[in-house]
């Protein structure tokens, strides 16, 4: 590989890398969401919406779980 080559390809991982953090924000919140919903108090639409989030939050690995919660409570903790 070329210098050039390598530059991009660091680029390109950071990129991945803050997207990456994006997500994991996302599903920290979804989870957060997810946990403190009850499903039988919300309207339909939006109870078949939280159950479809749910099952995506379930699917997650527990390590990416765990980190996206990691990263939600890092935010949360920042905002006080």
Known sequence: MNKQEVELLSKEVEI???ER???LNVA???AVLVANTNA???PKEAAEAA???SRFVNDLSDETLKD???????LSASDN
Not at 68 to 74: F, Q
Request: glycine share 10%; proline share 0%; aromatic share 0%.
């Open 16 to 18: 991945l890398m803050g």
């Open 21 to 23: 953090a994006a997500l």
């Open 28 to 30: 920290g919140a979804a």
């Open 40 to 42: 039988s108090e919300l």
């Open 51 to 53: 159950d479809l989030l």
């Open 68 to 74: 996206a919660l990691e990263a939600v409570h890092a």
